[in-house]
């Protein structure tokens, strides 16, 4: 399995400001996602980060909201813009398709803990 | 779309006793099936998986069998302990690899 980190845990951050989530795998993956869950929620999928072009977001998240990079097979990050109180959620990294394992099972960072005033 | 449908919470156990969540997926085909358990205050992580129809996945006394017939995949644990209380989420895997999750089932364990 990969083994995922992500910076920061958590942040309190005012409204109208802006946010970067990193997330750093151990290995090189095929594939990378971004969730959000609410709070008391499921998890919902952001976008799938695509190493060496643009996102694929899905439906209701868009690029200049939740800007996504992807610059190799091992790092991604999130950003979360011009951030308002509904914005406040665990926002999570998955990763699938390392060397050892096959591209249908992720596997998740601990999470970034947003909450904005 | 695709999707699953996971027993509502919470569930209030004493230790050793059974436990049973409930997860039904409906599809266009025959999705992975995943369950995912987040203690609290961590992330996610994953409990166990099938990828056919007649799987069993089974992981540190917990299991699930991929029912085509009934389009289920029921978690269970014959003797549940303290140590398990934490949110369980079905999930099913679609194209592309995106999961699509339940709502999750909070499980809290009395010694």
Redesign the interface.
């Known amino acids: 399995?990969a083994v995922i980190s992500q910076k920061p845990s958590r942040d309190i951050c005012q409204r109208g400001t802006s946010l970067t989530i990193q997330c750093q795998v151990d290995s090189q993956v095929?594939?990378m996602?971004w969730y959000r869950q609410q709070p008391g929620?499921?998890?919902?999928?952001i976008a799938?980060a695509n190493q060496g072009s643009e996102a694929?977001y899905e439906s209701g998240f868009v690029i200049d909201k939740f800007p996504i990079s992807r610059p190799n097979l091992t790092f991604s990050t999130l950003t979360v813009s011009n951030m308002s109180p509904e914005d406040s959620s665990i926002y999570?990294c998955?990763a699938?398709?390392s060397r050892q394992g096959s591209?249908?099972?992720?596997?998740?960072?601990?999470?970034t803990r947003l909450t904005v005033l | 779309g695709d999707s699953v449908t996971q027993m509502e919470g919470p569930v209030t156990l004493s230790e050793e006793a059974f436990l049973t969540i409930n997860c039904t997926y409906t599809a266009t085909g025959y999705p992975?099936l995943?369950w995912?358990v987040q203690y609290p205050g961590?992330?996610?992580?994953?409990l166990l998986?099938a990828?056919k129809a007649d799987d069993k996945g089974s992981n540190k006394g917990f299991e699930a069998t991929y029912r085509k017939e009934t389009t289920s995949f029921h978690l269970e644990k014959g003797s549940v302990q303290v140590s398990d209380s934490a949110v369980y989420?079905c999930a099913g895997?679609s194209t592309?690899?995106?999961?699509?999750?339940?709502?999750?089932t909070q499980l809290t364990v009395w010694p």
């Open positions: 399995s095929t594939m996602f929620q499921s998890l919902t999928l799938t694929t999570l998955s699938a398709g591209t249908d099972t992720q596997y998740f960072g601990p999470g | 992975s995943f995912y961590e992330g996610l992580q994953l998986k990828t989420f895997g592309l690899g995106r999961l699509y999750f339940g709502r999750g």
